[in-house]
């Protein structure tokens, strides 16, 4: 759904994924992204025979978007329907649109980014890791292009813990670092699409070296995510004149900032002496 349609958490999932589905279960998926509130009063057979699928389809659609079966994805449907109302919701940028328009609707943009991520959010998945990073010696951060931005941003707060923090723009530093991992350290590789050639040639390095794996994605399947121990994921609002990852690259970095704050939260006490020997030492470097 596009411009100012609102979309829940239901459709949202679809729409991610719809990609990874085959032919048939995409088919179903669309058909439920462009008529919810049709689908909500159908039964399972009612949406096979429209969708041209059979019931078996609609069940691994299903299962696929997380859910028991087509009963709770239509509890879910109807949640969303019922939310809409009060969700976020911007205009896609045309061309010849005021300055004034664009400021406006890239700012709800961002908002609609972090609003969908945190929509998204796997609970558990953020509590194991942000325990894997309290617990670890080095962190290293992955990302290439826009989402290597990401990764050096996390770099940056992460070398404020006290911890061992690597990160590098450049792809042979990045090969060379992910080659001295250890079991007992955590790497975080990001990438939306998680289909990056380069950043699956590191996750295969990484994965010999027996640490943990953090992955930051779009969600829905991609080959990234199945390295991962832990798999978060972010989502975007991008659309044609929006290109250069903007808010996919605000919402990886909400997702950054979420798990920094958590950790320094989770070991305040350790953390709180390296945070204050950081602020002092930049306050320092300032010029008088």
Excluded at 17 to 45: C, G, H, N, T, W
Excluded at 86 to 101: E, K, V, W
Excluded at 182 to 199: M, N, P, Q, R
Aim: neutral net charge; proline residues 2%.
């Amino acid at each position: 759904m596009e411009g100012g349609m609102s979309t829940g958490k239901c459709c949202l999932g679809l729409k991610e994924m719809i990609d990874s589905l085959s032919p048939k279960e995409r088919q179903i998926a669309q058909f439920i992204i462009d008529y919810p509130d049709e689908v909500v009063e159908m039964s399972i057979d009612e949406l096979a025979k429209v969708c041209r699928a059979s019931v078996s389809s609609v069940v691994r659609l299903c299962k696929n978007l997380g859910y028991s079966g087509f009963k709770e994805l239509c509890r879910m449907l109807s949640g969303d329907l019922a939310a809409a109302s009060s969700a976020i919701t911007y205009q896609n940028i045309r061309p010849g649109d005021s300055a004034t328009s664009v400021f406006r609707n890239i700012c709800l943009s961002n908002m609609k980014a972090i609003e969908n991520t945190l929509m998204m959010m796997d609970e558990k998945a953020v509590d194991q890791a942000v325990s894997m990073l309290c617990r670890a010696q080095r962190i290293d951060f992955y990302g290439m292009g826009q989402s290597n931005l990401v990764a050096l941003d996390a770099h940056n707060k992460f070398l404020r813990t006290g911890k061992m923090v690597m990160a590098n723009a450049d792809f042979h530093v990045q090969l060379l670092s992910a080659t001295s991992l250890k079991k007992g350290d955590v790497a975080v590789l990001i990438s939306y699409s998680g289909e990056t050639y380069d950043i699956l040639s590191l996750a295969e390095q990484i994965k010999h070296t027996g640490c943990d794996i953090i992955t930051i994605t779009s969600y829905g399947k991609n080959t990234l995510s199945e390295y991962a121990t832990v798999r978060l994921h972010s989502l975007s609002t991008e659309t044609y004149i929006r290109s250069g990852a903007m808010s996919s690259r605000i919402a990886q970095m909400t997702v950054i900032d979420a798990l920094y704050s958590a950790v320094c939260s989770a070991m305040y006490d350790e953390v709180k002496p390296y945070l204050d020997k950081t602020r002092l030492a930049v306050s320092k470097a300032r010029p008088k």
